[in-house]
């Protein structure tokens, strides 16, 4: 499962006036996970970002 199909997987609940997300347990483990792949990404590319602005690392390939 992925980390989108476990968020289609979200059921709403109305508890004492509150609506409330409810989902299997290894559906937020799968969800926990995308959201930390997604993160380690973001903080890749902007660290190659980075890297690239301060001529750290040269662009492209030489061919």
Same mark, same amino acid.
């Given at each position: 499962?992925? #980390?989108?199909?476990?968020?289609?997987?979200?059921?709403?609940?109305?508890?004492? @006036?509150?609506?409330?997300?409810?989902?299997?347990?290894?559906?937020?483990?799968?969800?926990?996970?995308?959201?930390?792949?997604?993160?380690?990404?973001?903080?890749?590319?902007?660290?190659?970002?980075?890297?690239? #602005?301060? @001529?750290?690392?040269?662009? #492209?390939?030489?061919?």
């Amino acid at each position: 499962m992925t #980390g989108l199909e476990a968020l289609q997987s979200v059921q709403f609940v109305i508890v004492k @006036g509150k609506r409330l997300a409810v989902l299997d347990a290894e559906d937020w483990d799968t969800l926990i996970e995308w959201v930390e792949t997604l993160e380690d990404t973001w903080i890749a590319q902007s660290a190659v970002a980075e890297l690239k #602005g301060q @001529g750290a690392i040269a662009i #492209g390939l030489a061919g």
